[in-house]
């Protein structure tokens, strides 16, 4: 890299480790990696070639539309119910309590795992397998901890997935009938991306897997080296991206409390909470989540004030 680029990834650096620095001791954690999946989760759609925005997953995770783009009659290459599900699957094995909390209310909500299979099934049939080679793959330790380093390992899983997409892959039906799927060349780098948030953690440059550093642009650079010098642009605005989520989300938590004496069994600040993580919760959710009847559900949605900060 020249002096200019190592300045910008020291500059990129600060911001990631003053991000990671905030998390271990910010109040609304839970709620920053609650919405951070979702902005990882668009932009791993958009690398598969299915462009989403996350207002668009939390109207499907708050039960008010399908997956997005599922009803449109769009000729996807992959649909985003898949991606989603293997974009969480990414974690379950997560050791950080905090970010293991926010996949279990998540999926208290909405069963990645059934929409998958109703809206992508022949996607993760076709997918799931690859991706867990990649998942694998992307365990595996690092003999040092830098962004070149990194960069290998993702040149590496590239390498992984082109061994296997590099033809046709042969189906056999139940009733012995067979045929061939065409090769989907162009839709392998989102996979590699659902990789990078755990590559960076199993790096060291992050204390817990941060779900929005997905990263990766839809056409690799030709080497290891720039690709290194693009993590570190990416990862500099990706992290000061995310401070400023971060900022918003603690200001918005803030403003809620003032003024709003509650008793110590109220449910309303859980609620509250939740609401800026997935805005537009129905009252079926909001009761499976705050243990409380429908009827309570609605009624401590109606006592919210369509002024309450809210952040989308």
Request: overall charge neutral; glycine content about 8%; some cysteine.
């Amino acid at each position: 890299m020249d002096r200019s680029a190592i300045l910008r990834a020291d500059d990129g650096m600060l911001l990631l480790g003053r991000l990671d620095g905030r998390l271990q001791n910010s109040p609304c954690a839970d709620i920053f990696l609650a919405r951070a999946r979702l902005t990882g989760a668009a932009a791993l759609a958009g690398l598969a070639g299915v462009p989403i925005g996350v207002a668009d997953l939390q109207a499907w995770i708050a039960g008010r539309a399908p997956p997005p783009r599922a009803s449109e009659g769009l000729n996807d290459p992959v649909s985003v119910a898949a991606i989603f599900h293997l974009a969480l699957s990414r974690d379950d094995d997560e050791e950080d309590p905090v970010a293991q909390a926010t996949l279990n209310v998540l999926r208290s909500i909405l069963d990645d795992r059934s929409e998958a299979e109703i809206y992508g099934k022949d996607d993760v049939a076709h997918f799931g397998p690859l991706w867990r080679r990649v998942r694998s793959a992307a365990d595996a330790p690092f003999s040092a901890g830098d962004l070149l380093e990194v960069a290998g390992r993702i040149f590496d899983l590239v390498a992984l997935t082109e061994q296997t997409t590099g033809s046709g892959a042969d189906v056999v039906a139940v009733d012995g009938r067979s045929w061939s799927l065409p090769a989907r060349d162009r839709d392998r780098n989102w996979l590699i991306a659902t990789a990078v948030p755990r590559l960076l953690h199993r790096a060291g440059f992050t204390s817990r897997i941060i779900p929005s550093l997905t990263l990766l642009p839809k056409f690799l650079p030709p080497s290891r080296s720039a690709l290194a010098e693009l993590l570190a642009t990416t990862l500099g605005e990706a992290a000061y991206a995310a401070l400023r989520d971060l900022d918003g989300i603690e200001r918005a938590v803030s403003l809620q409390s003032i003024g709003r004496p509650v008793t110590r069994r109220s449910k309303a600040p859980a609620l509250a909470r939740l609401l800026v993580a997935y805005p537009g919760l129905q009252p079926a959710a909001v009761a499976k989540l705050l243990n409380v009847t429908p009827q309570g559900a609605r009624k401590l949605l109606s006592a919210r004030s369509p002024s309450r900060p809210m952040l989308v």
